[in-house]
């Protein structure tokens, strides 16, 4: 079975549109599914992290409004204001603005609230252009992002198995293998389904090349051993568990025992000379890595890539409440048993962390420079520095062409 964050059905003849997700809040322990019911709850989502990951976020924001028909929520528009085309595209566009103010920092959300405001507003300046075909333009566009973001997924999991491949003749048919380390959440839970660097990771095993992934706690919400963890166990890869502060020495004591070659992370925001934003302790992944001379990859699709944005200096990054640091929340450990630790049934209790009066500071991502960055995979290939600078712009010029 697949697993998924984002559960949607297109309207039919005889249904509605719906969309839900599953509350990434309560994984690993408990699996529910939260339903949206237009833009206000996809908002509240997203903020509160129950849907995490930058393509996920960007397409719970976007699918919320196609079951969010405004068709049906202003029909009670009066005869002094009647409903049309112009009215529907300024609906669309008030909702998108709305919704990017959910998580800033995420470009993949900008990105796609940028596209479908072009599409209604230029279905709208029509001439005879009625309210249902803009709706219907918007509803179009919105579903087809959802097929193109697992599309992309799976070229950027071939892309970077192939550099990875290439650059370190990994030759199966003799019995080499590598290890990766990665942090944070980029799988299926994090997109429309199977994940950026998660996806080049499943694409390695898939292939026989790895070995085994290490992975991060990544504090303060833990993405890595809740999220990752889970998807790593379910697809039945070998991975190992570290905290955050264990990098370092997991660098240095099995780095060569274990053949790591490369950290591979996600990226919420990647500027246009290739600095990259992505969750807090990314950077100093990056700087141990190039101590250890170990290669360091960003995948990301296309819709990541800011070129608006010239420099990680000019990203702003979101900085979140400082009780995420202070507290942890989580089920009671009853006892520990052959299989692991016996847990509570139920959502968990918050637990105190820090001295009373402690205060925290709580930026949810860092960025990354370019420079400490050897390769962005994206969906058409895999671009590397010349001249030690990054040219993402020529990205733009290509398709897709590794065969999903």
């Known amino acids: 079975m697949v697993l998924e964050a984002i559960r949607f059905a297109a309207q039919s003849s005889t249904s509605a549109a719906t969309l839900s997700i599953l509350d990434q809040l309560l994984l690993p322990h408990k699996t529910s ?74 470009v993949n959300l900008t990105d796609a609230a940028m596209k479908l405001k072009h599409v209604v507003t230029a279905a709208s300046d029509k001439q005879a252009t009625s309210p249902e075909q803009v709706t219907n333009a918007y509803i179009a566009a919105a579903e087809i992002m959802l097929k193109d973001d697992l599309r992309d997924n799976k070229a950027i999991g071939i892309n970077g198995r192939l550099w990875l491949e290439e650059r370190f003749g990994i030759d199966t048919s003799a019995g080499a293998s590598c290890s990766v380390i990665t942090h944070c959440n980029t799988g299926s839970l994090a997109t429309a389904g199977y994940g950026t660097a998660l996806g080049i990771i499943r694409s390695m095993y898939s292939a026989g090349l790895l070995r085994r992934v290490y992975y991060t706690e990544t504090r303060p919400y833990n993405q890595g051993s809740r999220l990752t963890g889970y998807e790593l166990l379910h697809d039945g890869i070998p991975a190992t568990l570290v905290m955050d502060s264990m990098a370092g020495a997991l660098f240095r004591i099995r780095g060569k025992s274990d053949n790591i070659v490369a950290v591979i992370v996600g990226a919420d925001r990647v500027a246009a000379n290739g600095d990259t934003a992505n969750k807090i302790g990314t950077y100093g992944l990056a700087i141990m890595a190039r101590q250890h001379d170990v290669k360091f ?15 990680g200096e000019d990203i702003v990054i979101e900085e979140r409440p400082q009780q995420e640091v202070l507290s942890i929340k989580g089920p009671r450990v009853l006892g520990l048993t052959e299989n692991g630790q016996e847990i509570e049934d139920g959502s968990g209790e918050r637990v105190s962390t820090a001295a009373l009066g402690t205060t925290a500071w709580n930026p949810a991502f860092d960025v990354t420079p370019a420079g400490l960055i050897d390769g962005i995979v994206t969906e058409v290939g895999v671009a590397e520095k010349s001249k030690g600078a990054f040219d993402l712009a020529s990205l733009f010029e290509r398709d897709v062409e590794v065969s999903v």
């Not at 990859?297 to 420099?311: G, N, Q, S």
Request: with cysteine; proline share 6%.
């Open 33 to 106: 599914w939260i339903e949206i019911t237009g833009s206000q709850s996809a908002f509240s989502a997203i903020r509160s992290m129950q849907v995490r990951g930058a393509p996920a976020i960007a397409l719970v924001a976007a699918l919320s409004l196609v079951v969010e028909n405004p068709l049906i929520s202003m029909e009670t528009a009066s005869a002094a204001t009647p409903l049309n085309s112009t009215r529907i595209a300024e609906w669309y566009c008030s909702r998108l603005d709305y919704l990017v103010e959910s998580r800033p920092t995420a």
């Open 297 to 311: 990859l960003v995948a990301a699709p296309r819709t990541t890539i800011d070129l608006e944005t010239a420099r």
